[in-house]
């Protein structure tokens, strides 16, 4: 396992980008989580979590943001991060960890910290993770 890093100035920028989206976007009710994710390639991609009235329905914005840089060519993620309504960092859900392991297993991840908000590897985050069995 690795050890948490500080912040620099680009996780500061896209933990920034992260409360810009949901304070711009979020819908009372509605969008509760605002996600910021940069890839290798140095491109930004923003999105809010989609609530909806079956909870089991509902995709998780550090999801959408994959799902965008997915469509754009560009999934080799570097930093992702979320934020809930409040501007606070929160952690990824499980199946966003899987998620975000499958994509980019070297991405690190912006998560709260004991001092505030720090930069880990996701398989930090999701140690002994689930693969398929290459035949």
């Excluded at 690795?2 to 819908?27: C, G, M, T």
Aim: charged share 25%; aromatic share 4%; hydrophobic share 45%.
């Amino acid at each position: 396992m690795s050890r948490p890093e500080a912040l620099n100035d680009a996780d500061i920028s896209l933990l920034d980008r992260a409360r810009s989206i949901i304070a711009l976007r979020k819908r009372q009710d509605w969008h509760h989580i605002g996600c910021a994710m940069r890839t290798r390639s140095g491109a930004v991609f923003t999105a809010v979590h989609l609530e909806a009235y079956v909870g089991r329905v509902a995709v998780c914005a550090e999801a959408i943001a994959v799902g965008m840089g997915a469509a754009a060519g560009d999934t080799d993620i570097s930093v992702i991060v979320a934020v809930n309504r409040a501007g606070e960092v929160v952690a990824p859900c499980g199946i966003c960890r899987e998620l975000i392991s499958d994509y980019a297993p070297e991405a690190e991840v912006i998560v709260p910290g004991a001092e505030g908000p720090e930069r880990v590897s996701i398989r930090t985050l999701l140690p002994n993770k689930y693969t398929r069995a290459k035949n």
